[in-house]
């Protein structure tokens, strides 16, 4: 090889490499370029679309992963339930115990109460009815406190979940917002348990107990609270049975006025 | 008696409906989005001076929907005013309009639609002229739950409407 062939090696070499590294830079150049270019229409573009997507994931976490990790943490409290069980019962015994320290307390309050409201006419009654039965005063004021209390009727239109008509001896909720929001829960159950003509007919909801009375173009919602019991339902649904059938026709559907003086003069002397 | 009008809000996700609610019931708006899941119940008087009367509207802010048809079908009945609403920037929110609405009208017949195009504050009246094909034609009002622009129009004509 002499001094020429081997300077045009070398030459083709350094060029080559020199070509091809120049095309490479322009090549990254331009993707650099383009990228910057791009961005922004990009960016433009790939946001709804994430933005949806993020969307959906949210509403899809929910549904998809919900069931599994409420499966895994329910096999897992299964699995060590010794462990679990430990851990909780202090904890658990603690506010049994409060709970109950409360209660007691407010019911010897009320009794107290009750009890020192001599000259009432309810404690005259009270006394008499004591004396007659020969159960003690303080046995009867207990069963007393225990009853359950009717709190609120409402009648409400099915589908619409507007109210036709309402009673109650307190009125301190929002019936409008409550009986739309029953007649969804309502829909909402019926529609996700698919079986036909079943119909929602109970929702307990923090100390309240709510019997829904289905009838077929209206249903009736009662708000209790106190200890409601298998007894009181019946009762309440007899009752409830009794004035759709023996008192309400088609006109008072429509009629507001008449159906609330129909109700109110049927439940005012409730004795459930 | 009082009267009271059962409205429901419909749309695909983020178009709004919670906020327009939100600015109807309470005047306010937040620029950050909680998804609505399940349905959220609100409620408003309006009064309506013309006719001497107040009409209470109960409002259902159903949760969105990319497909009317997964809508379900019992949080419809008793519908007194369907509000479908539609986010006027994402076209994905009104490319099938027509066929959603078509859905609606099957569903619930003779219950009257009032389309709207929301986030009138996002695009130009240029824009909204130029679109006139893809929902002009079947747009009833072009509101703004942020600026409040046509909020309580919307509602109290609507109002009017039903007694
Ligand atoms: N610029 C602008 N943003 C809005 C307007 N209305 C709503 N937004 C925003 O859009 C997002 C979604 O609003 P939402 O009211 O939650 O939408 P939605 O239709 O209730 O959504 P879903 O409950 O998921 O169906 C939020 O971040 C709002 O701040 C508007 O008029 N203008
Ligand atoms: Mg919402």
């Known amino acids: ?188 159950a019926e529609d996700a348990f698919e079986k036909e003509n079943q119909e929602l007919s109970y929702i307990e909801y923090d100390n309240f107990h709510i019997h829904l009375q289905n009838f077929s173009s209206y249903y009736i919602a009662v708000i209790i609270s106190g200890p409601y019991n298998v007894m009181y339902k019946s009762k309440l649904e007899d009752k409830l049975l009794d004035f759709a059938k023996n008192y309400i026709n088609e006109y008072d559907i429509k009629d507001t006025k008449s159906f609330t003086k129909k109700l109110e003069q049927y439940f005012k002397n409730n004795v459930l | 008696m009082k009267i009271s009008k059962k409205i429901v809000l419909l749309g695909h996700f983020g178009v709004g409906k919670s906020s327009l609610i939100r600015r109807f019931v309470e005047n306010t708006f937040s620029e950050d989005y909680k998804v609505t899941i399940g349905v959220h119940i609100f409620k408003k008087n309006v009064s309506i001076p013309e006719k001497g009367t107040d009409v209470s509207l109960v409002l259902w802010d159903l949760e969105g929907n990319d497909d009317i048809s997964n809508t379900r079908l019992s949080y419809l009945i008793g519908t007194h005013a369907f509000i479908y609403v539609y986010d006027v920037s994402r076209p994905a929110t009104y490319k099938n309009l027509e066929s959603e609405l078509e859905f609606l009208k099957e569903k619930q017949k003779n219950t009257p639609i009032t389309v709207v195009g929301n986030k009138e504050d996002l695009v130009t009246k240029t824009y909204l002229k130029q679109n006139v094909d893809d929902f002009g034609s079947l747009t009833d009002l072009y509101v703004s739950a942020k600026t409040g622009h046509k909020v309580d129009f919307l509602f109290s004509k609507l109002a009017e409407a039903l007694i």
């Open chain 1, 1 to 188: 090889m002499n001094q020429d062939e081997r300077l045009s090696i070398l030459k083709d070499i350094l060029l080559t490499d020199e070509r091809e590294y120049a095309k490479k830079v322009e090549e990254k150049l331009k993707i650099v370029e383009d990228i910057v270019n791009k961005q922004n229409e990009l960016s433009e573009r790939v946001n709804p679309i994430i933005d949806e997507k993020l969307n959906d994931f949210v509403v899809e976490i929910p549904k998809t992963l919900g069931p599994t990790i409420t499966e895994t943490l329910k096999s897992e409290i299964r699995n060590s339930q010794d462990a679990v069980v430990e851990a909780l019962f202090p904890i658990i015994g603690k506010m049994i115990k409060k709970y109950i320290q409360q209660e007691m307390q407010i019911l010897s309050e009320q009794i107290n109460s009750k009890v020192n409201s001599t000259f009432s006419f309810e404690s005259l009654k009270r006394k008499f009815k004591s004396k007659r039965s020969g159960v003690s005063e303080a046995d009867l004021i207990l069963q007393e406190l225990a009853q359950p209390i009717l709190e609120q009727i409402m009648v409400i239109e099915k589908g619409s979940g507007i109210i036709i008509s309402e009673y109650s001896k307190t009125q301190s909720i929002d019936q409008d917002m409550v009986s739309g929001m029953l007649t969804a829960i309502k829909s909402f």
